[in-house]
């Protein structure tokens, strides 16, 4: 798909053009189509997925260069407020529509300036805003497009009742948009109050992770990753599932631990022979095999469809071996769940995994399951803030639809 079969104006291709971007990102692909028909829409999508350009692109190729203000972009920080301003006039250079970028912190004046000589859209944050509207600034009664960008970061600073506000001076009729990373219920209720049959499009980010990728991560104690392995395997239905473990002598350990409660098991590490690598992998890829046990040896390069769940029994060092473990499933558009089962002597580690993923990793506790058992060797690291982690719970049990599973089925072999 390019930029090009949208129908976007070619003032607006020409600003796509010298920003450099040659395909639309997931989130532009879903989101500008819905836009320029001018639905409503909830687009779940974080930092990093191109969601800016998802919504200015339609807004730009919406608005005449009037100076009558037509669109407004709430956002919760300055800093946000600058970089989507700096959007809007590298994609809309060509287009003649002007804007202004409001946000507190900074002398009032050159903002009344830029507001009284007219402008076609603005971007601002919501406490400066309401000064400008309060000095009468702003005139909202053309206004026809409105954007609420990061509304979870919106709610978490405290800003919902100056966005509501700012919506009861709005026209009523008139295009909405929201943009939120998460979803906790006080936004769900504010899509309700502000926006009319809204599509809901989601994306993950680009360089981290495929659509329907879930991360989560699950503290545990070293001496119990094996039981909590055994048992979310159990509980999540995994009905294929690649595990890594950092060393070769792991991969034995974990198999035989593996094996012994019944599960069919194939082993790829560097210390087996081609033909055992090779029988391994097709019996994973066979279905004979329900769980490949592996090193990173296995983590580039291998393409395997149908793959449920990719398990990092160990958290890699590098962020980077996290993706490409993580990316083993969720491929071709189907879902996939990437689960990581940390010690505490591994939260360093984790950390950089978890700045890289920008918001995608859960921290999840299995609600059944016995953490405070005592290690038979006893000692080893225990978490100094356990209280306080994960209070979000475990998926619940993936459903067991026989067409999803016969879906799978068929497409698991091996590309290359
Ligand atoms: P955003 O999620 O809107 O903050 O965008 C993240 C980064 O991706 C920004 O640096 C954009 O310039 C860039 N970007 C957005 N859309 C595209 C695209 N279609 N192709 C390449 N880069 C893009």
């Known amino acids: 798909m390019s930029f090009e079969s ?4 070619s ?12 395909v639309p990102t997931p989130i532009q692909q879903k989101a500008i189509p819905v836009l320029l028909q001018g639905r409503d829409i909830i687009g779940c999508a974080q930092t990093g997925t191109g969601k800016t350009a998802a919504f200015v692109l339609p807004i730009l190729h919406r608005i005449k260069p009037e100076r009558r203000l037509r669109a407004l972009i709430l956002v919760p920080t300055r800093e946000l407020a600058l970089q989507v301003g700096e959007s809007i006039r590298t994609y809309g250079r060509h287009t003649g529509v002007r804007s202004a970028t409001i946000y507190g912190g900074v002398k009032i004046e ?12 603005i971007v601002a944050t919501p406490g400066r805003l309401l000064d400008h509207v309060e000095r009468g600034n702003v005139e909202f009664s053309a206004l026809n497009t409105l954007v609420l960008d990061e509304a979870d970061r ?26 939120s990373a998460t979803m906790p219920l006080e936004i769900r209720s504010l ?32 001496h119990l990753k094996g039981k909590l392995l055994l048992n979310l395997l159990e509980r999540e239905k995994a009905e294929s599932a690649l595990i890594f473990v950092r060393t070769r002598r792991g991969v034995e350990k974990l198999a035989r631990l ?41 983590a580039r390069g291998l393409d395997i469809d149908g793959i449920s769940h990719v398990f990092s029994y160990d958290v890699p060092d590098h962020p980077d071996d996290y993706i490409h473990r993580s990316g083993r499933t969720a491929r071709a558009g189907e879902k996939g769940d990437a689960v990581i089962l940390m010690s505490p002597e591994e939260a ?35 978490f100094r803030h356990r209280p306080a982690l994960a209070p979000v719970e475990a998926k619940p049990p993936r459903s067991r639809n026989p067409f999803g599973r016969r879906k799978r089925e068929e497409s698991r072999r091996i590309k290359t």
Do not use: C
């Open 6 to 9: 949208f129908g976007l104006a």
């Open 11 to 22: 003032t607006i291709l020409k600003g796509i053009q010298e920003a450099g971007y040659q």
């Open 110 to 121: 050159p903002q009344i300036k830029t507001l009284r000589q007219g402008v076609d859209l």
């Open 154 to 179: 919106m709610l978490d600073m405290g800003f919902i009742p100056d966005i509501r506000r700012i919506i009861r001076k709005l026209p009523r009729d008139r295009h909405t948009m929201m943009f």
């Open 191 to 222: 899509t309700r109050e502000m926006l009319r049959d809204p599509v809901t499009v989601e994306a993950t980010p680009s360089s981290t992770a495929a659509d329907g990728l879930t991360h989560r991560v699950f503290p545990v104690p070293a």
């Open 258 to 298: 593996l094996q012994g409660k019944g599960h069919r098991i194939a082993r790829l590490h560097s210390d087996r022979t081609q033909g055992q690598r090779e029988k391994a992998l097709s019996d994973f890829r066979l279905g004979k095999s329900q769980i490949l046990v592996a090193t990173n040896i296995a």
């Open 348 to 382: 360093d580690a984790l950390k950089s995994i978890e700045k890289h993923l920008n918001g995608a990793l859960i921290w999840a506790m299995h609600p059944d399951f016995n953490y405070t058992e005592p290690s038979p060797t006893s000692g080893g690291a225990s």
